[in-house]
Each structure stands twice: as C-alpha cells, then as structure tokens.
C-alpha cells in the first residue's frame, strides 16, 4: 500500500471506489470470485495442449507474430493437390 511514482493505477481499477480503502475492498472481491468450471476445464485443455486462450483473432494476431499455429490444426490428412489426382 505504499505509493510509487513509476506505479500508476489503472482507471478501471480507480473506478472501483471513491477511497483506496473502497478499491481494495471491490478488487479483494472480485477476485475472490470462483471461475466458472466450463472455463477452468477450456483453460486447462488449452493448456496441455499449448494452444492460445482467446478468441479467433487473438490466435490469429498471435499465429501473424510468431509464424506458427496458436490453435488446432483441422483434423486428418491434408488433401491431395488436384494436380496429383
């Protein structure tokens, strides 16, 4: 709780209450606040299998900097060219 001139809060969290005191209090609780098991399990299994958690255009923006895929590839072999049928 000591204050920091390189440290600057966040307006979002300044919005939480009017005193420090109120702010703490709001995040403590927020925080607190379980996730929801759908989201844990979704966490997890993105996890383990190193993909990136987030919408579509997240793993896209994140495929663009890294040159690699952040989510699952389509399922089965890639077809065949038309030019080797």
Wanted: hydrophobic content about 40%.
């Amino acid at each position: 709780m000591r204050t920091d001139d390189l440290v600057v809060a966040h307006p979002l969290y300044l919005a939480l209450g009017r005193t420090p005191i109120e702010r703490l209090a709001a995040y403590r609780a927020l925080v607190g606040e379980a996730i929801p098991a759908e989201e844990t399990d979704a966490i997890h299994l993105n996890l383990q299998r190193q993909h990136a958690f987030g919408s579509r255009r997240l793993q896209a923006t994140i495929e663009a900097q890294l040159q690699r895929r952040a989510g699952p590839a389509r399922i089965g072999r890639p077809r065949k060219a038309e030019s080797a049928l």
